[in-house]
């Protein structure tokens, strides 16, 4: 089944620097790639997400870009704030003619320092 | 209310007891999937339904776990005769549709922590 490999575990930046989180899918028929992100005691937000036929996505300060080729996608997160503290997870899904069930990477846990 | 609902919200159980988690998708959503979320991993998945029909169970870990969808909107996920390992929180997601070609964002719960003594 898919695998997926989410890096960093922690990352920690200071109020108004980028953070990165990258992640590599092992299932070359994944063809959605959702990112949520988690405070404490609630469930995943979803946040953005990319489909295999679109190589790069932007809302506001969160972007998203995918490689197919080398299976590998990354949240990348500008002018971050505080409120962006929280545990970041990606996942990916396949189409199948009935579900599409998301596989989820480890998390992220994404500290914003003022 | 306009998200996904689940009840209760925290759940302790003495371990051999059954146990019954309620999600309520959001209205107008055919999809319904949960999850399991062990501390400090991503959420795994267990099972889903399209309207009342469960068409995906490979995840439940054991025939302990038992869900339904009888009307095709509310959803309860039972656990009988429960165990230590049983201990995480269960997630409850919805979405409009998913089809051989497409996927449609999955929304999520605030899940039910349960735990097991």
């Known amino acids: 089944g898919e695998n997926v490999e989410q890096h960093p575990s922690t990352l920690s930046v200071q109020e108004g620097d980028s953070a990165v989180i990258k992640c590599t899918y092992s299932d070359s028929a994944s063809n959605y790639f959702p990112w949520y992100k988690q405070e404490l005691g609630k469930g995943p937000q979803l946040i953005i997400d990319?489909?295999?036929?679109?190589g790069e996505k932007k809302d506001q300060r969160i972007a998203v870009t995918l490689n197919k080729t080398a299976k590998h996608f990354s949240l990348h997160i500008t002018e971050t704030q505080p409120e962006d503290s929280a545990v970041y997870f990606c996942?990916?899904?396949?189409?199948?003619?009935?579900?599409?069930?998301?596989?989820f990477g480890t998390g992220t846990r994404l500290q914003v320092t003022l | 209310g306009a998200g996904v609902s689940q009840s209760p919200r925290y759940k302790v159980a003495k371990r051999g007891q059954d146990v019954a988690l309620r999600c309520d998708p959001i209205s107008g959503h055919v999809s319904l999937f949960w999850y399991q979320q062990a501390l400090g991993q991503g959420p795994e998945f267990l099972t889903y339904?399209?309207?009342?029909?469960?068409?995906?169970k490979s995840g439940l870990p054991s025939d302990r776990f038992f869900a339904e969808r009888p009307e095709g909107s509310v959803s309860t996920l039972k656990i009988q005769r429960t165990q230590q390992e049983d201990s995480a929180v269960y997630l409850c997601a919805s979405s409009l549709r998913t089809g051989a070609y497409s996927n449609q964002p999955q929304h999520f719960g605030d899940g039910t922590r349960l735990s097991i003594l």
């Open positions: 996942a990916a899904s396949k189409p199948t003619g009935t579900a599409s069930k998301l596989t």
């Open positions: 339904f399209q309207n009342e029909a469960q068409l995906d």
């Open positions: 990319i489909r295999s036929n679109v």
